[in-house]
């Protein structure tokens, strides 16, 4: 089946860092990944849409500049946390679009990072 | 996207049978029903997904009413492990497929 991994599954760091967040695509490739953010006891919230090779389209809200989205390859997408302070302490999920004849529907989610900052 | 409505939460004994309701009354006709569960501090899990017709999969069955606007997922015989809460999407399905928009889903507590 199709298999979507995000790296680190944690981090911990301190206010003011940047952080990177992997989302990879292991045995398929997809032109367009999903950036979800996840508070405690709420739903996902729909980032931003990365497309490989183009500048990812944000959500209302959601400030481009600090979280950075690179999409270089067929599977892998980068979203960076620029400047990170306590409030983006989150659970960053991650989905890709595959081929919909898979299991899953042609949507595939990662296990998530938890991301702390101190 | 459809907006879906689900319950916040529902309760099911162990064992027996889990329906898990969920409105969907604006869906278009291009718009596939899906159902995921995330168990806590996890990605969604893929559980089931249709168009209009029922469907069954070794996880469960759904159950879409005639008109579409409504939707339940069956899970056959709950055991605790099924504890999560299921969100109901509503999408275009296929390589044009698009974001997924997630409502508040319903928690499901499996009791022993």
């Known amino acids: 089946g199709a298999v979507v991994s995000q790296h680190p599954s944690r981090v911990i760091c301190k206010s003011g860092t940047s952080v990177k967040i992997e989302c990879r695509s292991l045995?398929?490739?997809?032109?367009?990944m999903f950036w979800y953010r996840q508070f405690p006891k709420q739903s996902l919230m729909l980032m931003a849409t990365?497309?490989?090779?183009?500048?990812?389209?944000?959500e209302q809200g959601v400030e481009k500049d600090k979280f950075l989205i690179n999409h270089a390859s067929l599977t892998l997408s980068t979203l960076t946390v620029t400047s990170a302070h306590p409030e983006d302490s989150s659970f960053y999920i991650c989905s890709a679009r595959g081929d919909p004849g898979l299991a899953g529907g042609g949507l595939y989610f990662g296990p998530g990072t938890r991301l702390t900052v101190l | 996207d459809a907006k879906t409505t689900q319950p916040p939460s529902m309760d099911c004994a162990e064992g027996r049978a889990a329906n898990l309701p969920c409105n969907h009354s604006t869906i278009s006709g291009n718009e596939y029903v899906y159902w995921y569960r995330q168990i806590h501090s996890q990605g969604p899990q893929y559980i089931i997904h249709?168009?209009?017709n029922n469907e069954t999969n070794e996880m469960a069955s759904l159950i879409i009413t005639e008109d579409r606007k409504s939707s339940t997922l069956i899970l056959p015989h709950a055991t605790l492990r099924d504890t999560a809460v299921y969100y109901c999407i509503v999408r275009v399905a296929g390589t044009n497929a698009g974001k997924s928009t997630f409502g508040d889903g319903t928690t499901l507590t499996v009791k022993p």
């Open positions: 990365s497309n490989e090779g183009s500048k990812a389209t944000y």
């Open positions: 045995d398929f490739q997809a032109t367009t």
């Open positions: 249709g168009l209009k």
